[in-house]
């Protein structure tokens, strides 16, 4: 069982860029899956999590409006779409998929993760 997640990569403060992350090994299509980050010397923190029909979903406050989360089932694949980067949005980005059908922002609750994409954010 794999969750790659891809699509990483530097990009001007202002900018945009998709990440991807595609399950393998078994479907998650009845499970949550949530994206969260980890930056140099800090903690791995919420970024966004989606239920498992895709309609239910939840943003850190420092990301939203600006980040959207989506899922194609059909694709096993989970997205994040992140608008108006900012430098402190500068991390490893890791997807994750929860043990229940909806997504959370606790750590505790996935079960599976991926091995993370590097985004960086340049002033």
Known sequence: VQLQASGGGTVQAGGSLKIS???SGRTF???G???FRQAPGQEREFV???GWRGSATVYADSVKGRFTISRDNAKNTLYLQMNSLK???TAVYYCAAARKSFGSSGLNDYN???Q???VTVSS
């Open 21 to 23: 992350c595609a399950a």
């Open 29 to 31: 299509n009845n499970n």
């Open 33 to 35: 899956m949530g994206w």
């Open 48 to 50: 966004a999590s989606i």
């Open 87 to 89: 430098p402190e949005d």
């Open 112 to 114: 599976y993760w991926g």
């Open 116 to 118: 993370g994409t590097q």
